[in-house]
């Protein structure tokens, strides 16, 4: 190479060192509706997105995100950010359609799919601009305000958020769902506990009192799938802190993991303490110690469509019968139907797109957690906390259906930029060679 040409070349990098510079600037500089859009995901769908009176709202919020990321995309060349996970979901997607064609009443299965590709979409966006912006903790603190917002509402409204039992069900209209939403805050809260940096004396205790404030939403929803999920949250929780601590100190890590088991022994024993102590008790002694006089027709309904359920998909294995077309179908046909759905994302899947659907969908979350393991996650708190709630989310599905849920998928957004985000792994792993 010439003295010219080495000359020339210079200048070129020069010039285009220049240009990143400026790209990063104007990135810097546009950023700040995508993190307020971040920081406002989880309150506009959880406050929002379950009232009739105010679904206006949430919509409106997915109309001006969609509109930040086209503007973001146009200006500062920001792409949808698709991971192996996301391509097998949409395959999925794709096979939902399909089956939808020989559904028995192709209308709910289309509606559902709606459903599903405004969750999708709107997850997707997200995960792209927390992965372009690095803003894992904001959509933390996403959660956190929107569980403190869902309690408050608790007991500022309590004819319009609790239920004829005294159950806790906020914003979403549902004790279960709400103990879901509560669980996925608590376990932001503890992340953004064991990371923080700035303003500890403040911060530290403010941040513990939210997490108690927590715990008591999870007990006072009476939910059975929260409360197991609370005692999982902490109980995981302890042992990736002293895995992280560790590093340091051997003794130290002793110390999250004796904190974690107390906490774990006494919320348990304040949730069977509590007013609604007895439906946990109850499945007790009903499915452990065998007394089935304590079994309450509703969880006998939910073993008989669970059942009954695995008999439709062995009927149907390849296509099923169209996604929410449970609800129309039992065993022989339309008459004697259940009217509602399987209450189980495993069946629900499998009745609706058939088996390969079902395989199809978790095998995307399978891929998640596998990243989630590698060695370039291990001891990033973002990635535990993610494979945490993922853990919880897939046990939770042997009793709920999440697959449209809106909830659900800010949760799995959550899930999915803590384990993909890539930028963080890029600037620790440069700090570290600095």
């Known amino acids: 190479m010439t003295q010219t040409q080495i000359e020339n070349s210079a200048v ?62 146009l200006r500062n060349h920001l792409s949808l950010k698709i991971t192996p996970a996301h391509q097998i979901l949409f395959f999925w997607f794709g096979w939902a359609t399909l089956t939808s064609l020989f559904a028995i009443s192709p209308d709910l299965a289309i509606t559902k799919l709606i459903a599903c590709a405004i969750r999708i979409a709107a997850a997707t966006i997200i995960f792209s601009m927390i992965i372009r912006h690095n803003a894992y903790s904001s959509l933390a603190w996403s959660f956190v305000v929107a569980g403190l917002g869902g309690g408050m ?39 953004l506990l064991s990371t923080v940096n700035k303003f500890k004396l403040v911060m530290t205790p403010l941040l513990i009192a939210i997490i108690l404030f927590f715990v008591y939403l999870i007990i006072a929803s009476g939910s059975r799938k929260a409360a197991v999920g609370m005692l999982l949250v902490v109980g995981l929780f302890g042992l990736s802190w002293s895995r992280q601590i560790a590093k340091k100190s051997i003794l130290k890590a002793v110390l999250p993991i004796v904190a974690g088991v107390i906490a774990v022994i006494v919320i348990g024993f304040a949730v069977v303490q509590s007013s609604h102590g007895d439906r946990f008790v109850r499945i007790y002694e009903g499915f452990v110690l065998g007394k089935k006089d304590r079994i309450e027709s509703s969880e006998q309904h939910r073993l008989h469509m669970y059942e009954k359920g695995w008999e439709l998909a062995m009927e149907n294995p390849v296509l099923g019968i169209g996604l929410d077309n449970f609800r129309l179908s039992s065993v022989g046909g339309l008459s004697g139907s259940f009217g509602t759905y399987a209450h189980s994302n495993y069946i629900e899947l499998m009745v609706g797109t058939g088996m390969l659907g079902m395989g199809l969908y978790y095998l995307a979350w399978l891929i998640v957690a596998i990243n989630g393991m590698g060695k370039k996650h291990r001891y990033r708190p973002e990635a535990q906390i993610s494979m945490i709630l993922l853990f919880i989310m897939c046990a939770y599905d042997f009793a709920g259906v999440s697959y449209y849920s809106k909830v659900s998928w800010v949760i799995y957004a959550l899930i999915l930029a803590g384990i993909y985000n890539l930028k963080t792994v890029k600037n620790t792993s440069q700090s570290k060679r600095k």
């Open 12 to 73: 070129l990098r020069g010039k285009d060192s220049v240009v990143r510079r400026f790209r990063q600037q104007k990135v810097a500089g546009n950023s700040w509706l995508s993190k307020i859009l971040i920081f406002t995901y989880a309150p506009a769908i959880c406050w929002f997105g379950y009232i009739t009176s105010t679904l206006s709202l949430e919509r409106l919020y997915l109309l001006i995100l969609l509109f930040a990321f086209i503007i973001e995309a």
């Open 153 to 191: 509402f608790c007991f500022l409204f309590p004819s319009s958020a609790t239920d004829f039992n005294g159950r806790f069900f906020g914003t979403v209209a549902n004790a279960n769902t709400f103990g879901v939403q509560i669980t996925a805050g608590l376990a932001c809260g503890l992340y």
